[in-house]
């Protein structure tokens, strides 16, 4: 009796239809495998689920939240996105926000007089540089050594976060804030306008436009199919007579420095200064957000909206006795679907004998 085998083979021509539909598909076993998580402790899923997606895209507080949570996971995805596009697995989006949040809050905490026109402008190239130098950490090993850099950009993120608790704790520590973990209140001209009276802020301008160009870049740029070529094949690449390395440079510093903006546009545009925990984890989400949207910077805007709702309404079904942590476990399983589907699209499933004769597909 012969014993079957399982093989996968890599697809010649991926089915566009599966690429297309995998997300969806993705969502609606993650929301299925919440509602059985949901059924087992005693809670309706309907019910549930009604009330984290009603409390926040059907109401002008839930969408403004909502908004509020999207627009650093858009530039976190953004830039995350342009890394993957390379092939590069830059994890260190978190520590990158952190460190973009750090490098904007040295100028109104150093120098609090400057004016609104000089201040704002250099709070985002600090914010950007820092989060650009911070991924280079991670560029230059993988350039150089080949190191892998999921393991060095996720290392990296608690670098950055410890950094910035070591300064809320110690020398940035506000006197008058009552022993919190928080540095002094930035003055005025440090905080990015608000769209008309809401807490949505600029942040959001900078989202639509990094995704408008990114989509540009990747489309129709010569640097663009530079990176997409590198990405199927370094040997292929340096064949052509592309710059391996000095690409890993630019697109690991132009995507840390997104996310550094993220930072900037976090502690400027909401929270007004530096403080403990700044981020509830933007950048472990972006990587789920950057891999449902396929990579495309205009789909991360949308799908960053979602997860937002998706957070806020998190903390909303607190009320029901839900712990806010379901939006946490579904965002995981989002992932989980999306991943394995991605899996069933570019590969095909063999069923083969022990003699290696083909079985089934």
Do not use: C
Request: zero cysteines; a positive charge.
């Amino acid at each position: 009796m012969n014993r079957l085998t399982v093989k996968l083979e890599k697809r010649l021509t991926p089915s566009p239809v599966m690429a297309f539909i995998i997300p969806f598909i993705s969502v609606i076993l993650a929301l299925l495998l919440g509602a059985i998580f949901l059924s087992l402790t005693g809670q309706k899923p309907l019910d549930v689920y009604a009330t984290m997606f009603g409390e926040t895209l059907g109401s002008k507080y839930g969408l403004t939240e909502t908004m509020v949570k999207a627009i650093p996971l858009m530039l976190t995805s953004l830039g995350v996105s342009l890394a993957f596009k390379m092939q590069l697995w830059n994890i260190g989006a978190e520590g990158q926000l952190y460190m973009g949040a750090f490098g904007a809050s040295w100028l109104p905490l150093t120098f609090p007089t400057l004016p609104i026109y000089l201040m704002l402008p250099g709070m985002i190239l600090l914010g950007m540089a820092a989060g650009g130098l911070w991924a280079l950490l991670t560029a230059l090993p993988r350039a150089i050594w080949k190191v892998n850099e999921i393991i060095t950009s996720l290392m990296l993120n608690y670098v950055a976060i410890l950094w910035v608790d070591y300064l809320v704790y110690g020398p940035w520590k506000d006197p008058k804030g009552s022993n919190f973990p928080l540095s002094a209140p930035f003055p005025d001209a440090a905080r990015l306008p608000g769209l008309g009276n809401s807490r949505i802020h600029a942040g959001l301008i900078f989202a639509v436009l990094l995704a408008i160009i990114l989509a540009v870049v990747f489309k129709y740029s010569r640097w663009g199919y530079s990176i997409k070529v590198i990405g199927s094949s370094e040997r292929a690449a340096s064949y052509a007579g592309m710059n391996i390395k000095r690409n890993i440079f630019w697109v690991m510093f132009i995507s840390g420095a997104i996310s550094g903006l993220a930072g900037m546009a976090e502690v400027s545009g909401i929270i007004g200064k530096l403080q403990h925990g700044l981020s509830p984890g933007y950048g472990y989400t972006a990587i789920i957000v950057a891999w449902l949207s396929k990579l495309n910077p205009l789909t991360i805007i949308i799908v960053s909206v979602l997860f937002g709702a998706l957070q806020v309404g998190g903390y909303s079904v607190q009320l029901m006795g839900v712990p806010a942590a379901v939006a946490t476990m579904l965002q995981g399983a989002i992932l989980f679907f999306v991943l394995g589907g991605d899996i069933l699209t570019n590969y095909r499933v063999i069923l083969a004998s022990r003699k290696g004769e083909e079985v089934r597909h």
